[in-house]
């Protein structure tokens, strides 16, 4: 429970309150009234006290509550329970959308490759239909494979 402070207009104040089937004496202690007048004050954790001195005919006429001090668990607790509350009132999230399709690749990769004349030898040897001059140069030889969608990862471009 939070704690709750009292002031009173008085310096020193007593007065009785009933809790339950009791009645309890709360002194206001702790004022002044020199050089500048401030009340005595009360403090209480205990929920059944604050509940009655707040259901007294004095409060807010002879003493009011200056403070009120929440724990930090207390804070959290609020805080948390705010927090689901705005929750409960947002709408659902859709659904995370669904993954893209796998793309079939058309493309052959050849990691054996590493140069010129094995590139040249290796589309020679699969594509059948090829005559030896259209892939005379390094030039054609890539405008063949990228043709015919053959890729050659570990041949370095220039």
Request: hydrophobic share 30%.
């Amino acid at each position: 429970m939070a704690l709750k402070i009292y002031e009173s207009k008085l310096a020193k104040h007593s007065i009785p309150v009933r809790v339950g089937a009791r009645t309890i004496r709360v002194e206001f202690k702790g004022g002044i009234t020199h050089p500048h007048k401030r009340g005595g004050t009360y403090g209480t954790s205990k929920k059944a006290i604050q509940e009655a001195l707040e259901r007294n005919a004095g409060f807010n006429k002879k003493f009011k509550c200056i403070k009120t001090v929440t724990t930090r668990i207390e804070q959290e607790a609020e805080n948390k329970k705010e927090l689901d509350d705005l929750r409960s009132q947002l709408p659902s999230p859709p659904p995370p959308p669904a993954p893209p399709p796998p793309v079939e690749s058309d493309i052959t990769v050849v990691d054996e490759v590493t140069n010129y004349q094995t590139a040249k030898n290796w589309l020679i040897a699969n594509y059948p239909d090829l005559t030896i001059p259209e892939v005379k140069s390094k030039v054609l030889v890539r405008e063949v494979a990228s043709e015919k969608k053959v890729s050659f990862p570990n041949w370095p471009t220039e």
